[in-house]
């Protein structure tokens, strides 16, 4: 069940990563830079502040829903959603009430970026359901439905069904000759709209299917009967791990509207897309990694445990510097013939992006490695060295250069967060994880993969 789950999981990053890439080939193409820009500023936006409106709970439910499900407490488990929606749809309404008023401010004075303010409401109302939709996806993660959570996640969770659903609305779009700004935004809102119906419905059936109370409720599951003010206490503070996260990841588009043009987060936007491409073999292959660190660390096998992960991280290094060569040698070309002749000046911001998604891929999977032995609390610390890093590299190069200072100061970030990563392993753990390239370990690790791949196939096919 978990390695099927990390499947889904590593498949549906794989596959929303490919959409969103067509989705930015096809919007780059279709609106002017100026528009594109725009467009950036407001799903990065969106991305950040879908966390803000759940204020921890989709953290609380991932960490309460699966004792319950297993206790068969079905009462319990129907509470628990009920109570944590009820603060999700509160918290976000009142969200969106105040970045309604203020609004009109933070896009002319702040970010800069004042053409967004007449579409301000379908912003807002597509905020509103990319929260609940973000909330729907993580119960079902909390239930160990990986596949469900896959399936309805929205722009932050990596969503099949948004990023497929989005590419192919606003492709048809396209090809009508209809596809403006405004109408694609509205289009976005309508698909969430539909995956937050349609996962209402799906958590509706899943909780009748779950086995009658078992008596002991109570008992067995304290935190269910906890009120909504204990929720909000319990859920604070990974709601502010996940912010600085989103901050760390996501806030790009806002930095580059305040230090430089709509055109400037239009380049910006296509460089960042681009170079995520280079973390694709990464995906594919950590998908395996975390039930196998868990596995080993539970063991105390730590030798073998600094092999895999170092061996998995060389394996992904390989396919991550082939794409960087071919994107220095024809990064311009590609990026005027995919996105359009104008999109070609971006080429300096792709390499120096790709540099920071470099070290990324070589510094090996600290991401994972923390989280799976236990030592979560670290991740806070680095991912804030990483945020702070970021930031006042990107405002102090930013004010000078512009784009290009910011995307300096995104490479800057990636360095400092992956070397902190590096060394919390190190010190906590006694193992390096960084890139191994040599050859007999790499084909370890392949023949690792092609082993889990074979028993991830056949459990699938037992559940067929």
């Given amino acids: 069940m978990l390695f099927s789950g990390a499947l889904w999981s590593g498949a549906g990053k794989l596959l929303s990563m490919a959409s969103q890439l067509l989705l930015t080939v096809v919007l780059a193409r279709a609106l002017p830079p100026s528009e594109y820009g725009l467009f950036f500023v407001a799903i990065s936006s969106i991305m950040i502040l879908a966390s803000v409106g759940t204020v921890g709970m989709d953290q609380v439910i991932v960490r309460f829903a699966a004792p319950l499900a297993s206790a068969g407490a079905r009462s319990a488990m129907r509470r628990l959603a009920i109570r944590c929606l009820t603060v999700v749809l509160a918290a976000t309404t009142a969200v969106c009430i105040s970045l309604f008023l203020l609004l009109p401010w933070l896009l002319g004075v702040v970010i800069n970026a004042p053409g967004l303010i007449e579409y301000q409401l379908v912003v807002l109302a597509w905020l509103f359901s990319a929260t609940v939709q973000r909330f729907l996806a993580e119960t079902f993660r909390g239930m160990h439905d990986i596949r469900m959570a896959t399936l309805l996640g929205g722009v932050r969770n990596n969503g099949i069904s948004n990023a497929v659903g989005a590419t192919l609305v606003i492709t048809v779009l396209w090809f009508s000759g209809l596809l403006s700004l405004e109408t694609a935004l509205l289009r ?27 008596g002991g409720e109570g008992e067995q599951v304290p935190h269910a009967l906890l009120p909504v003010g204990g929720l909000v206490r319990e859920g604070w503070p990974l709601w502010t791990a996940i912010m600085i996260a989103a901050l760390y990841t996501q806030s790009g588009a806002w930095l580059v509207s305040a ?10 936007g ?10 694709a073999p990464a995906l594919v292959i950590n998908a395996v990694l975390p ?10 096998n730590m030798p073998k445990l600094e092999r895999t992960v170092r061996s998995l991280a060389g394996l992904s290094l390989l396919p991550c510097a082939a794409l960087v060569v071919v994107l220095l040698i024809c990064g311009k070309t590609l990026l005027g013939q995919l996105f359009g002749d104008f999109y070609s000046s971006a080429f300096t911001l792709l ?7 470099l070290i990324n891929v070589a510094a090996g999977a600290w991401q994972i490695v923390l989280p799976m032995t236990g030592r979560r609390h670290f991740m806070l610390g680095t991912v804030l060295a990483a945020l702070f890093a970021q930031a006042t590299a990107s405002v102090a190069l930013g004010s000078y250069l512009g784009v290009l200072g910011v995307a300096i100061g995104f490479s800057v970030g990636q360095l400092v967060g992956n070397l902190v990563g590096v060394v919390l392993v190190r010190r906590s753990l006694g193992i390096w994880i960084f890139a191994s390239v040599d050859v007999a370990v790499i084909k370890e690790a392949v023949t690792m993969i092609r082993a889990r791949l074979g028993r991830g196939r056949a459990k699938l096919a037992e559940g067929v």
């Fill in 259 to 268: 230090f430089d043009s709509d055109d400037g987060v239009a380049l910006f």
């Fill in 270 to 279: 296509v460089a960042q897309r681009l170079a995520l491409v280079l973390i």
């Fill in 351 to 357: 390499m120096v992006l790709c540099v920071g998604q």
């Fill in 291 to 300: 039930p196998v660190v868990a596995t080993l660390h539970a063991s105390g």
């Fill in 188 to 214: 976005l809102l309508l698909v969430s709209v539909a995956i937050v119906f349609a996962g209402f419905v799906a958590l509706r059936r899943r909780l009748r299917e779950l086995p009658d109370d078992v």
